[in-house]
């Protein structure tokens, strides 16, 4: 599985955005997907995970309530919707692949494939 997660740019804070994540390979709707961000001089963080179905999802709580984490296996795309936007929410973010069920590993960034990543900036 190859992963590119795009969608990424400068807004402003309040404004939303959309990152995607696209994935090549057909066993995407096989795997568990996560999204995490770094930001300059920080070390990576967990955002949000969804599970194969997108029945299930979990969210870090800097995020709950503002962002929303789907999937769309046809397309094998899956999406972050980001809103509310804060200037610490400026990072990179990361998409990621694995076969793993269990949450506690989706947080903990055990996935199988990693995709690089795309740049958010918020301003104030």
């Known amino acids: 599985v190859q992963l590119q997660a795009f969608g990424g740019g400068l807004v402003q804070t309040g404004d939303s955005r959309r990152l995607s994540c696209a994935a090549s390979?057909?066993?995407?709707?096989?795997?568990?997907v996560g999204w995490f961000r770094q930001a300059p001089g920080k070390e990576r963080e967990f955002v949000a995970a969804?599970?194969?179905?997108?029945?299930?999802?979990i969210y870090a709580d800097s995020v709950k309530g503002r962002f929303t984490i789907s999937r769309d296996n046809a397309k094998h795309t899956v999406y972050l919707q980001m809103n509310s936007l804060k200037p610490e929410d400026t990072a990179v973010y990361y998409c990621?692949?694995?076969?793993?069920?269990?949450?506690?590993?989706?947080?903990?960034?055990?996935?199988?494939?990693w995709g690089q990543g795309t740049l958010v900036t918020v301003s104030s």
């Open positions: 990621a692949a694995g076969l793993s069920t269990t949450p506690t590993k989706w947080r903990r960034g055990e996935y199988h494939y």
């Open positions: 390979g057909r066993t995407f709707s096989s795997y568990a």
């Open positions: 969804i599970n194969y179905s997108g029945a299930g999802t």
